[in-house]
């Protein structure tokens, strides 16, 4: 490897970081959760696939800041997921980075048709001890399409690191989850995750959407989750008079404010996206996110 200390690796990442044009502790942040992935999806069997707001950041970096890493094993169990990613860690790079392996905490999970925990790693560079960071790991049973793979936009170029491509959750898929999301009630109490609805709209300016792939999604997912589909999507009361403070700061925070200033214009945005599944609409079209409209 070009770097003969862990310093000068060290040295490399912050030069990298300042020049780069992401916040520079943000880029320092995510250079781990880089090395970290690099190991998990360095092998060709791999079986783990990234979702959330870590997948939304490998598109663009017009995205919220998110503090974990979310993770989607293709497994028949929980314990068999968790001995996988701890093996995966493991893996040596020869990068002078290490993760140690803390803990696994099982999710109580609301939703029967998924389990996960919450795994906990400490970061090493040489033999210097770095914050941990926790992965959400999840065994879903609302099986997906065959992933994407590619290159993460958000990591920084270090020379002489090795590096791979990731399997990204689909668009498609992705938006179907966060719209059930929102959609789903919890022992009668609506959906508090403001930043779905953040999510969708950076989906909906960056994005090629094909209408046909997102009916499917969107179908299979309410059905495995139960939920009928109502005929368009309406914010939960509390966000439009308690959250608009919170919208604002990570819409602002994802570069999206422009395109949508406040909730009930995030609301309109988002029926604007998911017509096709509200009209059940046969016109098959495709969305265009320089126009953010379907074509």
């Known amino acids: 490897m070009k770097y003969k200390t862990p310093a000068a690796l060290e040295m490399a990442v912050r030069n990298a970081a300042r020049e780069s044009p992401m916040d520079t502790n943000r880029a320092i942040v995510g250079f781990y959760f880089h090395r970290f992935l690099c190991r998990v999806f360095s092998e060709d069997d791999c079986r783990f696939v990234l979702k959330g707001g870590q997948s939304v950041l490998a598109r663009t970096l017009d995205a919220r800041v998110t503090r974990d890493i979310d993770l989607v094993a293709q497994e028949e169990s929980l314990e068999e997921a968790v001995a996988d990613l701890v093996r995966a860690a493991s893996i040596d790079l020869e990068d002078f980075v290490s993760f140690v392996f803390d803990r696994a905490e099982q999710i109580k999970e609301e939703d029967e048709y998924r389990c996960g925990a919450e795994v906990w790693f400490t970061p090493f560079m040489g033999t ?168």
């Open 128 to 295: 210097k001890k770095l914050q941990p960071i926790s992965i959400d790991l999840v065994i879903d049973e609302v099986r997906g399409l065959e992933p994407e793979v590619l290159a993460p936009i958000d990591r920084l170029n270090i020379e002489g690191l090795p590096v791979c491509d990731y399997r990204v959750c689909r668009v498609e898929s992705a938006l179907a989850d966060k719209l059930l999301a929102m959609i789903e009630m919890h022992e009668g109490r609506a959906s508090s995750r403001i930043k779905d609805i953040v999510d969708i709209l950076v989906y909906a300016k960056t994005c090629f959407i094909d209408g046909a792939i997102l009916i499917e999604r969107v179908e299979k997912e309410a059905s495995v989750r139960k939920v009928a589909m109502p005929e368009e999507f309406v914010a939960p009361l509390w966000w439009k008079q308690n959250g608009s403070a919170q919208y604002v700061k990570m819409a602002r925070q994802a570069g999206v404010l422009d395109l949508a200033g406040s909730i009930t214009g995030a609301e309109e945005v988002v029926n604007r996206l998911y017509a096709p599944c509200f009209d059940r609409s046969e016109n098959v079209r495709k969305w265009n996110p320089q126009t953010t409209g379907w074509e």
